[in-house]
């Protein structure tokens, strides 16, 4: 009878601690979501870039080559809420390239 007993017993915690039930989940990881840089306002002669809790204005000139969505544009089509990569020259106050997505 006490052979019996272990038996079941052994099965039983057995069962129960090879139950997915009973096994720690493993979630995976979140990543972040990292947002790039967003235009805030665009005027004919400047852009102002918002990147995180950071903004930063820069001049436009007539140097500057502007695309929207891959395709050669103007400052008019630059909106605000776009996601933007700027290039700088050696004056970092001037954007030499403006790529924007978006909108």
């Known amino acids: 009878m006490r052979k019996l007993r272990f038996l079941f017993l ?10 997915p039930a009973f096994a720690a989940a493993k979630k995976k ?3 972040p979501v990292i947002q790039g840089p967003v235009i805030a306002s665009v005027t004919a002669t400047s852009i102002t870039i ?4 950071t903004a ?5 000139t007539q140097f500057t080559e502007i695309n929207v969505n891959g395709i050669r ?8 809420g776009m996601n933007v990569n700027v290039t ?10 403006i790529n924007a997505t978006g909108k």
Do not use: C, F, M, Y
Request: proline content about 8%.
């Open 10 to 19: 052994t099965l039983l915690l057995g069962t129960l601690t090879l139950s």
């Open 29 to 31: 990881p979140v990543p």
């Open 50 to 53: 918002n990147e995180g809790k």
């Open 56 to 60: 930063k204005t820069l001049a436009i």
């Open 73 to 80: 544009a103007t400052a008019a089509d630059l909106k605000p």
């Open 88 to 97: 700088l020259g050696t004056d970092s106050t001037k954007a030499v390239r």
